[in-house]
Nanobody
Framework: QVQVVESGGGLVQPGGSLRLSCVVS????????MTWYRQAPGAQRQSVAT???????RVEDSVKGRFTISGDYAENTVILQMNNLKPEDTATYYC??????????WGKGTLVTVSS
């Protein structure tokens, strides 16, 4: 299992932007796929975007055109650039290996609040 530290969340107005970072323990290149997830209050955790080693990233339809995922392999960091944020994007955002379950080892996450 991977150990991660997420950061970059905060309070932002609708239409604003945030850049989330996920520092991964060990070389990022050794992970086939890393995913940003989010969990809104009272809801299940859901996938947002996935970075694949050697393949195009995948972004879920709910955030397509607004969110971009990328990797800084020199810094072992997975980045989620979030633009044109909406109130429904409010959630705690987590980073983990793709396909992780609730029993996986999770970081503390970073809280994103979109509100005017």
């Amino acid at each position: 299992q991977v150990q991660v530290v997420e950061s970059g969340g905060g309070l932002v107005q609708p239409g604003g932007s945030l850049r989330l970072s996920c520092v991964v323990s060990g070389p990022l290149i050794r992970f086939t796929a890393m995913t940003w997830y989010r969990q809104a209050p009272g809801a299940q955790r859901q996938s947002v975007a996935t970075l694949f080693a050697g393949d195009n990233p995948r972004v879920e339809d709910s955030v397509k055109g607004r969110f971009t995922i990328s990797g800084d392999y020199a810094e072992n960091t997975v980045i989620l650039q979030m633009n044109n944020l909406k109130p429904e994007d409010t959630a705690t955002y987590y980073c983990n290996v793709a396909g992780s379950s609730d029993s996986s080892n999770w970081g503390k996450g970073t809280l994103v609040t979109v509100s005017s």
